[in-house]
């Protein structure tokens, strides 16, 4: 048993390390709600060491997920991102995590594009996370690789 609940560990530790989070890194969660994937946000803390912070935490934070569904509207998207994007050091990984094609929620990716581009950053090609789970990192227009 401590062979499997060991192996589940790394797993999710692996999961969480494409974000590029840091041992110590405050990580701000927007629109968590009940749908979202428990062991992503467990392997963020593992890899941290810290617990994540919700969207009313007003000090600077080291990195960003954002959960998003279709259904939900685009600008409510961009704005969402302007305001994550105020208190994210300069640098730190932003991220906004959808469900996969195919999933309750999944958004398209044109979606995320389009707020991201109005926000005035870029959209990364998706990565997957897990079965259910994408991730497409946003980053400011003209930056290349960070951290």
């Not at 685009?74 to 991102?81: F, N, V």
């Not at 305001?83 to 995590?97: I, M, Q, T």
Request: net charge negative; hydrophobic share 40%.
């Amino acid at each position: 048993m401590l062979l499997c609940l060991s192996s589940v560990v790394e797993t999710t530790r692996k999961e969480a390390d494409i974000f590029g989070f840091h041992s110590g890194d405050i990580i701000q969660e927007w629109l968590w709600d009940d749908d979202v994937d428990d062991s992503i946000r467990e392997g963020i803390e593992s890899v941290t060491g810290e617990d994540l912070v919700d969207e009313d935490y007003d000090s600077a934070v080291d990195g960003v997920i954002l959960w998003w569904r279709d259904g939900d509207d685009e600008d409510a998207l961009s704005d969402t991102i302007m305001d994550a994007v105020d208190v994210l050091n300069e640098g730190g990984p932003f991220w906004v995590l959808t469900p996969k094609p195919g999933r309750d929620g999944a958004a398209s990716a044109t979606t995320v594009e389009n707020a991201a581009k109005t926000s005035g950053m870029n959209a990364a090609t998706p990565q997957t996370l897990n079965t259910d789970w994408n991730a497409i990192r946003l980053r400011a227009f003209g930056k290349g690789r960070e951290r």
